[in-house]
């Protein structure tokens, strides 16, 4: 048996197996799960210097986790002997430690190794000791150790500054904020995967190799009116690579519970609330919240939070093929999502497919292309709503009503229709309830079905070496998404809030979108001299076409008329967005001197279609300088500083 308490997120199985695509075996284990106690475990990270602010601390294989206070301190509950406590911070090297029931205390070593990875900034990468803006990175391994559905919930924790917000809304992905809200409009940042802008829900976890957060104005200023006030996030994924094929597979099982409901009141206690309430107000209490004038509030029914809440299953597979010579490899994945929401009758399923090839046609010149279609189906509502949220309609609606008429079957409502009942008492006091609505109503009612296919394909060509140091890359981006929504409501028959009206609401989009860029650098070293240049030229084009149709008063609500055509009336409105067109110029030089001194320049200029052309532009300037004392004669090592760097920077930003 397995005992769950207080358990967001149950993790049943998460497995990652690596093989030889010619050769593999398996094999069947009977495993039985013994009852388990779960305790709350608190500890102290420190490092050299004192404590460490915003350490992340997570139970290993889980999403179970929590970061470090300002005094270093933490608390994370649901861990039971046995379970590996993972510590990481940036620039420190991650500790395990096996929890023993009791307190945790870990001091955490500088990763000098962390120093020499490569960093993706604006167009190029640099050694994460040579950085001069505010940067940070973190590995794709690091997502892999989580049970995570988006990218988004794998970065929660793991880069200092960056706040992520999930939902809990089955098909909603993440949003992110770099350093707070920065602008009165909003502060998202721009995020682009493998140098395209793209929505970073579309891409696989398990795909990711690398997510860079640029920070400051003058590390995003590259990006010009792009990315605005929020920074920038560059997401790096997986490439082909040569070697044996290989088939490599990971799966996730998982079920989620919601926590810390609100505790509804029984009948009693709303008939005690409401005495005190109009008391108070020194009101007269309505005939409706009389127990002897409408004896039907007095007798608790329904517990509406259970209801519409419930255990949800989740899963998720992924399958990854490699294949690759010295002159060509490709990749290819292939992954599945089934999520429940934790509300009756919501989902989010997804189909995934992602390529990226390589072919090499000599030395100097190469081509390869990164394909991406994802389909997505969901059923979700919308809890935020102030009437027919779900959420706030199981708050409302009284202890007394049921979910279904006790009549006929239909759904249920405030009071009841029970015409004995209302001869008795002369009415069924519908209206003491105001505008509450039953919310399994409002989740299992309406037909509704949504799907999204989203298609990115990326062409490169790349002609390097010709001269040392200098490449020249050209890239095209075409993206093509759809969307089919229908959604159908029915008479609601229901007793205090009936509406004798239907409808059905049909909605489809098209959105193509390109984008093309060319790009010059050249790097190289002459003694203590380090240069690289760069220069680029980019333009992009969208637009969206749309089509809304309502249909009304339809005679017969079975689902196989369900159709516009047999509604009795119909309005249609199509609508297009842009044609949006855009032109950027980028230029940036680097210069460092035996790597104690170091200074990068840049320059965007933005052309914006959609203004009139005597102001249609804006310059986008950065500046950055940084001194690594730690390279000076004069500095002397120590256990305590293994690299000191004093850095500056200005830019100006969309």
Not at 309 to 333: C, E, K, M, P
Not at 468 to 484: A, D, E, I, M, V
């Amino acid at each position: 048996m397995l005992k769950i308490t207080r358990q967001v997120t149950l993790l049943l199985l998460a497995g990652a197996l690596s093989f030889p695509a010619y050769s593999y075996a398996t094999q069947a284990t009977e495993v039985l799960v013994p009852e388990v106690t779960q305790e709350k475990v608190t500890g102290t990270v420190e490092d050299a210097l004192g404590p460490v602010i915003g350490a992340s601390v997570m139970v290993k294989g889980t999403t179970n986790g929590v970061i470090t206070d300002l005094e270093g301190k933490f608390s994370l509950n649901d861990v039971k002997k046995g379970d590996i406590i993972v510590i990481s911070y940036i620039g420190y090297v991650t500790q395990e430690i096996p929890y023993t029931g009791k307190p945790i205390q870990v001091k955490l070593a500088e990763d000098s190794k962390a120093l020499e990875e490569v960093v993706v900034v604006g167009y190029a990468t640099v050694k994460k000791a040579n950085l001069t803006g505010a940067v940070s990175a973190v590995d794709g391994k690091v997502l892999e150790d989580r049970p995570i559905v988006n990218l988004g919930q794998g970065l929660q924790g793991a880069i200092p500054n960056l706040n992520v917000t999930t939902s809990g809304r089955p098909g909603q992905g993440s949003s992110f904020n770099i350093r707070g809200t920065t602008a009165m409009s909003g502060s998202s940042p721009l995020v682009l995967v493998d140098g395209v802008e793209m929505d970073p829900n579309l891409i696989n976890p398990q795909d990711v190799k690398s997510v860079s957060v640029l920070k400051d104005a003058a590390s995003a200023a590259i990006y010009g009116a792009q990315s605005g006030a929020g920074g920038v996030i560059l997401v790096t994924t997986k490439k082909a690579k040569a070697g044996i094929p290989t088939l490599s597979y990971e799966g996730t099982y998982g079920i989620r519970q919601a926590t810390n409901l609100p505790e509804p009141l029984n009948a009693e206690e709303e008939l005690e609330m409401r005495k005190r309430s109009y008391a108070n107000a020194n009101v007269t209490l309505p005939d409706g919240w009389n127990i002897e004038k409408n004896p039907w509030i007095g007798t608790t029914r329904t517990n509406w939070m259970d209801e519409i809440f419930r255990t949800a299953f989740y899963q998720r597979h992924n399958i990854a093929l490699n294949v690759g010579t010295d002159n060509y490899s490709s990749r290819l994945s292939f992954s599945f999502d089934n999520d429940e929401g934790v509300l009756i009758n919501t989902y989010n399923k997804n189909y995934a497919i992602r390529y990226n090839g390589k072919f090499d046609l000599n030395k100097w010149v190469s081509i390869s292309e990164d394909l991406v279609w994802k389909n997505t189906e969901n059923r979700s509502k919308d809890t935020n709503d102030a009437y027919t949220g779900p959420v706030l309609s199981a708050i409302y609606m009284p202890a007394s009503a049921t979910v279904y008429n006790p009549l006929d079957g239909t759904w249920g409502g405030t009071t009841t229709e029970d015409p004995e009942y209302i001869a008795k008492y002369g009415s069924n006091f519908a209206g003491a309830h105001g505008d509450a609505v039953n919310p399994v109503r409002l989740l299992r009612a309406e037909n509704r079905f949504n799907r999204t296919s989203d298609v990115w394909s990326t062409t490169s060509l790349q002609i390097a070496n010709i001269i040392q140091g200098l490449k020249f890359t050209s890239r095209f981006t075409y993206n093509l998404k759809t969307n089919n929504y229908k959604n159908f409501r029915p008479i609601q028959d229901e007793p205090g809030k009936p509406n004798n009206s239907n409808s059905l609401d049909v909605t489809n989009y098209r959105t193509d979108a390109w984008k093309t860029e060319n790009t010059l650098t050249y790097d190289n070293s002459f003694g203590n001299h380090t240069v690289g240049a760069l220069f680029s030229t980019t333009a992009d084009h969208y637009n969206v076409r749309g089509l809304k149709v309502n249909g009304k008063n339809f005679a017969d609500e079975s689902p196989y008329l369900q159709y516009l055509a047999y509604a009795g009336t119909t309005s249609a409105t199509d609508y297009l967005t842009g044609p949006d067109a855009n032109v950027s110029l980028v230029a940036r030089l680097a210069y460092s001197y035996d790597d104690r001194y170091f200074v990068t320049a840049s320059w965007r200029r933005d052309y914006a279609g959609r203004l009139p052309k005597e102001n249609n532009f804006g310059d986008f300037p950065a500046a950055t300088l940084a001194w690594k004392i730690s390279n000076e004669r004069f500095f002397k090592k120590s256990d305590f500083i293994g690299m000191l760097k004093l850095r500056a920077s200005w830019g100006r930003v969309g």
